[in-house]
């Protein structure tokens, strides 16, 4: 089992930064790959980002191409989202997911995620 659980969310003004991070408990952190994902209200959930096991591959989605970036920390067991020149379309519930242990490449497709937090929101006003 891995537990997840985020933080770093908030208010922001619009063009404003924010850095999120999930903390996952478990051993096999460095031997999965692992992704966010956001969840506007009305809307289903989609794809942010994803960073394989090694953190050598990373994938975005379109809309946040160039203003966010995700990294990886193997000794922390921890992912973060870096998410700068926030607008208010970002507003969302951001969760982290866990890859099960050894699918070590990028997903961007919530089925395949195992393992998922409870999220933290993410406000953008203009």
């Known amino acids: 089992q891995v537990q997840l659980v985020e933080s770093g969310g908030g208010l922001v003004q619009t063009g404003g930064s924010l850095r999120l991070s999930c903390a996952a408990s478990g051993r096999t952190f460095s031997s999965r790959a692992m992704g966010w994902f956001r969840q506007a209200p009305g809307k289903e959930r989609e794809f942010v980002a994803s960073i394989s096991a090694s953190g050598g591959s990373t994938s975005y989605a379109d809309s946040v191409k160039g203003r966010f970036t995700i990294v990886r920390d193997d000794a922390k067991n921890t992912v973060y989202l870096q998410m700068n020149s926030l607008k208010p379309e970002d507003t969302a519930v951001y969760s982290c997911?866990?890859?099960?242990?050894?699918?070590?490449?990028?997903?961007?497709?919530?089925?395949?995620?195992?393992?998922w937090g409870q999220g933290t929101q993410v406000t953008v006003s203009s």
């Open positions: 997911a866990a890859r099960k242990d050894l699918r070590i490449a990028t997903a961007t497709r919530v089925y395949e995620y195992a393992y």
